[in-house]
């Protein structure tokens, strides 16, 4: 599956934005789904991740209570609803799929297809 990812920008500390990530190719509704994101100088960590079929989400503790993963599987478009935005939260998103569940859905390397990344910048 090919992915997408769109939606970045600036905002003030406080504000929201919306991640898009639509994908192309494959069968979408079966995936494993993620996002992760890659802070100034540091590694790509988990950010969120939804099943496919209970479509059941998990979050890393730093965003949990502000942002929300969400699926559309009519429009092949996996989403990031980032609200109470931080300076911290400045980083380089992307979106991640795998065919299947794994377990360890928060390590990046159990992901097959990325999207390219969007830039989200926070100020304070």
């Known amino acids: 599956v090919q992915l997408q990812a769109s939606g970045g920008g600036l905002v003030q500390a406080g504000g929201s934005l919306r991640l898009s990530c639509t994908a192309s190719?494959?069968?979408?509704?079966?995936?494993?789904l993620a996002w992760f994101r890659r802070a100034p100088g540091k590694e790509r960590l988990f950010v969120a991740a939804?099943?496919?079929?209970?479509?059941?989400?998990y979050y890393a503790d730093s965003v949990k209570g502000r942002f929300s993963i969400s699926r559309d599987n009519a429009e092949n478009t996996l989403y990031l609803q980032m609200n109470s935005l931080k300076p911290e939260d400045t980083a380089v998103y992307y979106c991640?799929?795998?065919?299947?569940?794994?377990?360890?859905?928060?390590?990046?390397?159990?992901?097959?297809?990325w999207g390219q990344g969007t830039l989200v910048t926070v100020s304070s």
């Open positions: 939804v099943r496919p079929g209970n479509n059941a989400k």
């Open positions: 190719g494959r069968i979408f509704g079966g995936y494993a």
């Open positions: 991640a799929a795998r065919a299947r569940w794994h377990v360890n859905y928060y390590y990046d390397f159990n992901y097959d297809s």
